[in-house]
């Protein structure tokens, strides 16, 4: 039995110049493409366009009508449709052309217009001959006629399938921005020139390349420049946005000025449909030439659906910002052409994106394609690429592998290792635990929590007063008292451990050992991408880094994009375990006792290299005679025990109780020639004499426990002494300076006492004598709140004073608490 459907479509295509077949798709396949690339469909995206253009209006163009019936054929003959497929796009344009025209010799007058108005020609006289055949057809009541088809129609209406339906190919809609899916699973028969194309426009020629790219584009893309740059402007003054357009590279001017245009005029300064949606076009050309496979493809596609949906709320709202992007990208104003470039698929009564935007996609898939999104970033490594590239952006580019890197690369690498670290290859890969600093975040903490509940040290000190902007900056800090410290030293060591790994000078397994134990110190301290960031951005607007420009606009794109791979990292840490050591409370304490003798110490110290130990010996022999492990310890052991404070009590203070004897021991000194050591007993006398800086009423332990544990410290890091014998030494001086002080503030006084008494002689005293002054009321009152860590220790022996903090980012009170 003769099928209504196919013998009309057969028909049709006598007025292409077809010979007349019962089926209009049994078309040998070859000769079926040859004639579709003649007709300039080359590929199955093409095809689509031609389908959604000759169903697009309310009065459609008979002629696209019927080279749509036509390509339908050929495309359902040439394998390139299913032929289900193809029967239901036949079907739907029957109903088109039915729908608009009442008879066979409407039709064909239509068509006989399309061809004198637009100088049409298909077929030339043989479509006169053939228009005139089916008419004699239609008059004898051969072969299917008008009303016949019409019948046919009304009896099997029903809603073609002419886009793929099944939930996990709907994501595809989405590619239709750039052209409409016909069928599933994509095929090279879909972009033709698909390689060269994704060579030239993204130098991508493999599967490695395009999973960056992917990642890329959901994560960062050319939005979060945009984005900066437009939030930036939107605070300017009219000069400064004139600047900033001056200053753009001339390539860039165009770029510029449509930005300012969107800024000055009030256009939503949202963009991000550009990247999500070539992310999805991207997903498909993977899946084209087969680099990706057809559920890799789709769970990238989903990625992309999921943040559009997550941004837009239907699809003009996601059509306008990704032309405003495109616009950008151009460099020109394009908004004044998205109803014409848009207009088909929001408005075709076929359109793949009928749906509603937010119903398009099944929930679970989306689940599904979250966790799939986060395979690919469950590396550490990741954790490591977040971190750093929120300080150079272009990082966001290696996610899904590291690639290869050009030798230029690592040799940035290693100047920076040099240059600013200090850091070089024969110190190996622990080195870097010196740059992971526990006891800088219990510092900072402490003093968050105390400013909160107004209980800072006072900015009078014995020493002065410190500067007002460094007491701001200090009082400032009860903002933070609901963050975590640990990530405004992490991040830094994140981006040292990227530059370790670009240098290509340690071992990478090592180096991954220590991005797994910064991904799990995170993951401690921070319960989820937006407590981490939060936490960076103030951190960070409390204590900007000298001299450079804030980070705080970019941490802030992080935190509220949803794409940034921070919100993709895995979130489960195993065991909690540190790249470096964390000290105890009282071990930290104990350090602390160095004061400003020394920068302030924020870890335990560990063996140096032979470069840095070289320096160190140096200082220990220059200062101290010391020449070896025997002499540091017996040396270290004077000092804690008796040191210069028993000089002081034998050859000085007696001398208080007989001014008599001290004026005539001055009076002899003053008059003869003195050698270097005369001189500087003499000017001790002096000192006593004047009482100076009250050298006979204080107690001058104190200068001798900071040079005892800053030479401890010294020791560690020449290997001079174990972990055992250090720490045994940090207890002693942590118990004297419980038995010798109450408090940081009459430790500063003794100090102070004994570093001016025994200071020999140097016409750069007062200059010295000022710069400790200065810095023991910085580290007494926490200003700048990194001078040292006084302000938030509770001294040895001493009660108790301070707040506790609203988390866990603090030392272990039991110095035994290693991890």
């Known amino acids: 039995m003769v099928d209504p459907m196919n013998a009309w479509w057969a028909q049709q295509l006598v007025l292409c110049g077809w010979a007349f077949a019962p089926d209009p798709l049994a078309l040998a396949p070859e000769t079926a493409r040859t004639r579709l ?45 299913s032929e289900a497929r193809a029967r239901q796009w036949g079907q739907r344009l029957a109903e088109e052309i039915h729908a608009h025209h009442a008879s066979l010799d409407d039709w064909l007058a239509a068509l006989r217009r399309a061809r004198n108005d637009t100088g049409w020609v298909h077929g030339d006289d043989g479509f006169v001959e053939a228009c005139e055949a089916l008419s004699t057809l239609e008059r004898d009541g051969e072969g299917v006629t008008w009303e016949m088809l019409r019948d046919w129609l009304l009896a099997n209406r029903q809603t073609p399938a002419l886009w793929p339906e099944e939930p996990e190919a709907r994501v595809w809609r989405l590619r239709a921005a750039f052209s409409p899916v016909l069928e599933v699973p994509a095929e090279a028969l879909d972009w033709h020139g698909l390689e060269g194309w994704l060579a030239e426009a993204w130098q991508v020629t493999g599967r490695d390349e395009l999973i960056r790219v992917l990642l890329w584009l959901g994560a960062q893309g050319d939005r979060q420049g945009w984005d900066l740059d437009a939030n930036r402007l939107s605070e300017a003054d009219h000069e400064a946005r004139r600047r900033w357009h001056a200053g753009l590279a001339p390539r860039d001017r165009d770029f510029g000025r449509v930005l300012l245009g969107f800024v000055e005029k009030g256009e939503p300064l949202e963009w991000a449909a550009w990247d999500w949606l070539r992310l999805i076009d991207l997903a498909w050309a993977g899946d084209c030439l087969g680099w990706l496979s057809d559920d890799e493809a789709r769970m990238f596609a989903l990625h992309g659906a999921d943040l559009v949906k997550r941004r837009y709320s239907d699809w003009l709202a996601l059509a306008r910002a990704y032309q405003r992007g495109r616009s950008l990208f151009e460099g020109e104003d394009l908004l004044g052409s998205v109803e014409a470039d848009w207009r088909l698929l929001l408005h075709a009564p076929v359109s793949p994106w009928k749906p509603a935007l937010q119903e398009l996609i099944d929930p679970e898939l989306i689940d599904i394609s979250r966790e799939r999104m986060r395979d690919w970033r469950r590396d550490p490594w990741h954790w490591v690429l977040a971190l750093a590239a929120v300080r150079e952006p272009e990082l966001a580019m290696r996610q899904g592998g590291t690639p290869s890197l050009p030798s230029a690369r690592s040799e940035d690498a290693r100047r920076y290792l040099t240059e600013i670290l200090d850091l070089h290859a024969d110190e190996g890969v622990e080195a870097l635990a010196r740059y992971w600093l526990p006891a800088q975040a219990h510092h900072l903490n402490q003093l968050a929590a105390d400013a909160a509940h107004g209980a800072l040290p006072s900015s009078r000190t014995p020493f002065g007063r ?22 405004h030293m992490a991040e830094k060591f994140a981006f040292h451990l990227q530059m370790a790994m670009d240098s290509g000078w340690f071992e990478a397994s090592r180096l991954t050992e220590l991005a797994s134990a910064l991904q799990g110190s995170l993951c401690r301290f921070y319960i989820d991408a937006r407590r981490l ?45 540190e790249p470096g050591a964390r000290p105890g409370l009282s071990q930290f304490t104990a350090m602390a006792l160095v004061g400003p003798l020394n920068s302030a110490i924020w870890s335990l110290p560990q063996p140096e290299s032979e470069r840095e130990c070289a320096s160190i010996r140096e200082w220990v022999d220059g200062h101290y005679a010391v020449h070896g492990p025997e002499g540091l310890a017996e040396f270290i052991d004077y000092l804690l025990e008796v040191g210069d404070r028993q000089e002081y009590q034998i050859n000085y203070a007696p001398y208080t109780l007989n001014p008599a004897r001290l004026a005539s021991e001055i009076t002899t000194l003053e008059s003869d020639e003195c050698g270097e050591e005369e001189r500087n ?132 009170g039991d110095e035994r608490l290693l991890h």
């Open 37 to 81: 690339a003649s007709l300039d469909v080359v590929d199955r995206g093409e095809l689509g366009w031609r389908l959604l253009e000759a169903l697009d209006s309310a009065h459609p163009d008979p002629a696209r009508l019927l080279a749509a019936l036509e390509v339908t054929a050929l495309a359902g003959a040439a394998e390139w449709l």
């Open 466 to 487: 410190v500067a007002g902007d460094d007491l701001a900056g200090r009082d400032a800090l009860g903002r933070a008292s609901r963050h975590a410290a640990t990530i």
């Open 533 to 577: 960031l939060s936490a960076w951005t103030q951190w960070e607007t409390l204590l900007p880094e000298p001299d450079q420009p804030s980070l705080a606009a970019e941490i802030l794109w992080h935190r509220d994009d949803p794409g940034s791979l921070f919100h993709w990292l895995d979130w489960q840490s195993g065991e909690w375990r």
């Open 681 to 812: 007993h003499l000017l001790r006398l002096q000192r006593v004499r004047a009482n100076e800086d009250g050298c006979n009423d204080l107690n001058l332990a104190a200068w001798d426990l900071a040079q005892a544990v800053d030479l401890a410290i010294a020791g560690r890091q020449l290997g001079w002494l174990d972990e055992a014998d250090f720490l045994a030494r940090l207890r002693r001086a942590h118990t004297l300076a419980a038995t010798h002080y109450g408090g940081w503030e009459e430790y500063a006084r003794g100090l102070y006492a004994g570093f001016s008494f025994f200071m020999g002689e140097t016409p750069e005293r007062e200059a010295f004598l000022g710069g400790f002054r200065q810095a023991l009321a910085s580290w007494l009152a926490a200003a700048p709140p990194l001078a040292g860590p006084w302000a938030s220790l509770d001294f040895p022996g001493a009660r108790p004073r301070h707040w506790a903090p609203m988390h866990v980012d603090t030392l272990p």
